[in-house]
Every structure is written in structure tokens, then in C-alpha cells.
């Protein structure tokens, strides 16, 4: 997954997104996507939830930008026009299948190490929006930044910045399926000798009732050894997931991207065990 740098433009939309999220679901938990895009300090919010109570959202600009006003201040940010397109009362339609793709011997399964490590040894006056890994680390950086002479490849900040999932999706809309991935692969990589994880989350079944996950990894076992022993220690159970994290703040995901996280346990790891 790509690290999103708070203190960037691309921080401060994806940070939005979720805050609007955390306000929709302030005393129940509903269906929620929101995406923020920034014009050039003019934000268009669009989205759609299955909430009846509609949001003022200039009262929620206000409170966010009191909240994070040194940050907003930084960059520019002083005065900010809305346009909202958020839609209400509107179903939405639920994905059961996700690919996310994992890595060992990190704070975070979902960032690479290089990407961590690259994020950590930067100097505070670096400006980069985000970090990406593919077949190579991938900097973000803005288009103001003229110290590149260290780096073996990046890419420019866009003038359009759009906030991107995880941010700005309730836990019902695919997050809490990236959480439970992260929760399953931190615990098997050491068991199953991986250091990468291509993991497809699935909630359908199969004419057995098993669930269709698919596991690619670099690890000594076949991928169906490694859904076997997946699917006989772990329910999928992703109400009662939901449920135990609850008390997660999701603005942590960028405010806090590092810190502990309630469902980076090793509950089950006396019962992974390969035959």
C-alpha cells in the first residue's frame, strides 16, 4: 500500500475524507465512501452513504480546519472552498473480494520495508506527498522539491489531488477487509517462511463452503497449504472483527500510520501449525 505523508497536500485530503467519515458515523456505524479531491485549495467533496442525516459541511470545514490548523497553515490552506456532492439515504453496493499484497518484518504488513525505511531516515524539510512500492521505491514529491540528487526514481505531485482508499471508506466498505488481511498475514509470514504475501480476501464461497481466498507468497509452502491452514484457523467473521475495533480512531491511519494497531495481534499463532 502506498504511505501517505500527512504533512503534504495528499495528507491533508485523505485526512479530510476520513474526518468526514468519523462525522457521518459519529453515533452508528453506516456505509460511508468519500472522496476529496483538491482544485487548488478548492476542496470538491463527493461520496455517497447510506446515512438520512445529512452533514452541514461548512460547519464540519470550520471544526476541521480548528482541529488542524498549524497543519492547514502550512500549506496554504487558510481559507478553503467546498463543493459538496455527498449522496444520502443511497445503498451501497458491498465488495466480498480484495487484493492486498503484504510484507514481513515491518511496523505495518501493508508497508513495504523500503518504503518505512525511506519514510523514517527522511529529513523533515523533504517534501514528498506519498511513497509507493511496485518493483521499486517510489517517492511522491512535490513539484517544488529540487533536492532529488539522492534518488534513483520518482514522480511529481499531480495539480488535481485525490484522496484514495483506505481514506475516506467506513469500515463496512472494504476497510475492515485490509484490517483483517493485515491481522491473518501477521501472523503466518514466520510460519509460512514469507517475506511477501499476495493475499485475496474473499467473503464467497465455493460448493464446499470454504471461502475463495488466494494466496501468493515467497514462502516453502504450496498456496493450498497455506489457504488450508488460513481457513482452519481463521472464521472471517468480519462483524464481530468490526465490532472489537471499534475504539479506532481512523484518522490514526495517517495521523499515527506506525503506531500500535488493536488488530496487529498473534492470537492464533499456537494453532498455525503446517502438516
Known sequence: MKYINKNSNRGIVNLFADFIVKKINKTTQYDVVIEVVDCGRFLVVNGMTNCEEILDIM????????????LLTIFGYEHINIIDLIIYKHELVKK????????????????????????????????????NYTHQLEPEIDFSEENVSNLDYYTYNPLNITSEFPYGHSLSMGRSNLYYSEYICNQIFDIIGASEITFKFSLSQNKDEDFNIRIKSNGIYKEETIKSLILDV??????????????????EDITIPFGDKPWLIRDRVKDLVVF
Do not use: A, C
Open 59 to 70: 460547519t464540519v470545514k470550520e471544526e476541521f480546519m480548528t482541529e488542524y490548523k498549524t
Open 96 to 131: 466480498d473480494e480484495h487484493f492486498f499484497t503484504l510484507y514481513s518484518n515491518n511496523i505495518r504488513p501493508y508497508y513495504h520495508k523500503d518504503v518505512t525505511d525511506f519514510v523514517q531516515n527522511s529529513t523533515t524539510d523533504y517534501k514528498f506527498h506519498s511513497v
Open 234 to 251: 481463521f472464521d472471517f467473521n468480519i462483524s464481530k472483527f468490526q465490532h472489537g475495533i471499534l475504539s479506532y480512531d481512523i484518522i
